[in-house]
């Protein structure tokens, strides 16, 4: 039978004062409607760690689609509707989204098989997840709001700092829970419960990622890309033999590991330089994961991953061109010659080559290019060369790149007095 606790004090304690009066006002509606509602997932679990999630999955035991709907139109928000199922998202009036699912009420049985005890529609929802850590549950019904439900024993097994799987079966039933369990585990410091470990264990020795379609996998090591600490990851996928039982392949060795951290660093310093900028971080490990692979291999693999077309396209752009062009970089003259280099790359090309083992010049001149370089504009412009006389052409833009090559190598000030008379001599000259 189930624990409960409340967590309503907790709640109002962490959240931003607006999501918290948001979630209220759902657990209002659903009285309204007379369904029940809860909070499942992912921030249930952190909020109990003690991790930052404002992630809010709904679960109603009913219909979601139709309280979504009826909800939105309460609320003046945005929905869409997954009739197929019965999910829905509702993006409230500021940006805020709430994912909702309708609990499951039918039943997989086999036949023949016992008819099920009774079951709350909740907790047959609850179990067909991963892990216990993922199984609570907080009612948000008014009355009730900020009961903790926890039938899977989810509540002891984080403060024993365990991942533990619901049954025997479930790394059979989706092999791609075993990278969710050392992703997991690796993010939270928890250690896998005993049991688990040799269903884990099993599972890979009896390759069942071969079961799995491609792009599951390819989403599952995308999160684990995602994470803070991939490389502390795959030193544990490694440990259980699941790199080459994914890429037969590829050997996780020194310089990969190299690579992965020195990836790390360079995209904390990017996030803190351009957290506006959306860059598509996984894939510079996806680059580490198969540089140095042969291509036609390295393109069997992202096939059978089914990596859509724009990643694959990027991932097949660094895998081919980075070494190259970062050794131009390396012999280049002047600054401005590596601008015309790297100029129009792609943000992830251009952190990756930042990311390759080279020397301190050559890197500096990945980052300069990255941190000024590229936004350089001459204080001089095209208003500015018709009064000098020129007429309009491609003549313009060759003399404002010539004026930015000088500012980027350092032969013409930040100064416009100084910059016009230099813009002026070019002038001069193509009018010769
Ligand atoms: P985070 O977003 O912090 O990585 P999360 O728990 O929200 O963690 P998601 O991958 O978004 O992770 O999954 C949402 C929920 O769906 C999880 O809490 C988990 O219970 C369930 N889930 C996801 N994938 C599986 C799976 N392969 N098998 C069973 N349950 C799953």
Redesign the pocket.
């Given at each position: 039978s189930p624990r409960f606790k409340n967590v309503a004090a907790k709640l109002k304690e962490v959240l931003p004062e607006e999501l918290f009066n948001l979630i209220k006002e759902i657990g209002k509606f659903a009285d309204e409607r007379k369904v029940n509602a809860y909070i499942i997932?992912?921030?249930v679990?952190?909020l109990i760690i003690g991790r930052k999630?404002f992630?809010v999955?709904i679960v109603i035991e009913g219909d979601a689609t139709v309280f979504a709907k009826e909800l939105a139109k309460r609320f003046g928000a945005k929905v869409h509707t997954y009739e197929r199922f019965k999910t829905a998202t509702v993006v409230f009036k500021g940006g805020k989204r709430i994912d909702f699912a309708s609990a499951r009420t039918e039943v997989y049985r086999a036949p023949g098989a016992l008819p099920e005890v009774d079951m709350a529609p909740l907790k047959k929802d609850l179990m067909?997840?991963?892990?216990t850590i993922?199984?609570l549950a907080i009612k948000i019904n008014e009355k009730e709001f900020g009961k903790l439900i926890d039938f899977f024993g989810g509540l002891k097994d984080i403060k024993d700092k365990k991942i533990r799987v619901l049954h025997s079966l479930s790394f059979v039933e989706?092999p791609?829970?075993i990278l969710?369990a050392l992703?997991f585990a690796t993010r939270y410091r928890f250690e896998l419960g005993k049991h688990t470990e040799r269903l884990l264990k099993i599972a890979v020795q009896r390759k069942l990622f071969k079961t799995v379609e491609g792009q599951r996998i390819y989403h599952e090591l995308k999160?684990i890309f995602l994470e803070d600490n991939p490389l502390r990851v795959m030193n544990k996928l490694e440990k259980y033999r699941i790199i080459s039982s994914l890429f037969p392949s590829i050997s996780w060795d020194r310089f990969k590991k190299d690579l992965f951290e020195r990836i790390r660093k360079v995209i904390i310093w990017h996030k803190l330089n351009f957290p506006e900028k959306e860059t598509k971080y996984h894939i510079l490990y996806f680059g580490a994961l198969f540089l140095r692979e042969p291509l036609n291999r390295v393109e069997k693999y992202i096939k059978e991953l089914a990596v859509p077309q724009k990643e694959a396209e990027l991932l097949f752009q660094i895998l081919k061109n980075s070494l190259p062009l970062i050794k131009k970089v390396r012999l280049a003259g002047k600054n401005s010659e590596v601008y015309e280099l790297l100029q129009n790359l792609p943000e992830e090309f251009l952190l990756f080559l930042a990311a390759l083992p080279q020397d301190e010049e050559t890197r500096n001149r990945v980052l300069n290019y990255l941190k000024s370089w590229r936004f350089i504009k001459p204080l001089v412009n095209g208003e500015d060369l018709k009064s000098m006389g020129l007429k309009p052409g491609p003549v313009f833009k060759k003399i404002l790149s010539k004026l930015k090559y000088a500012i980027i190598d350092g032969e013409l000030p930040n100064d416009r007095e100084e910059q016009l008379t230099r813009a002026k001599e070019l002038v001069d000259a193509e009018k010769r």
């Open positions: 997932g992912g921030f679990r952190d999630n992630d999955d067909r997840r991963d892990f993922n199984t989706d791609t829970r969710r992703r999160q």
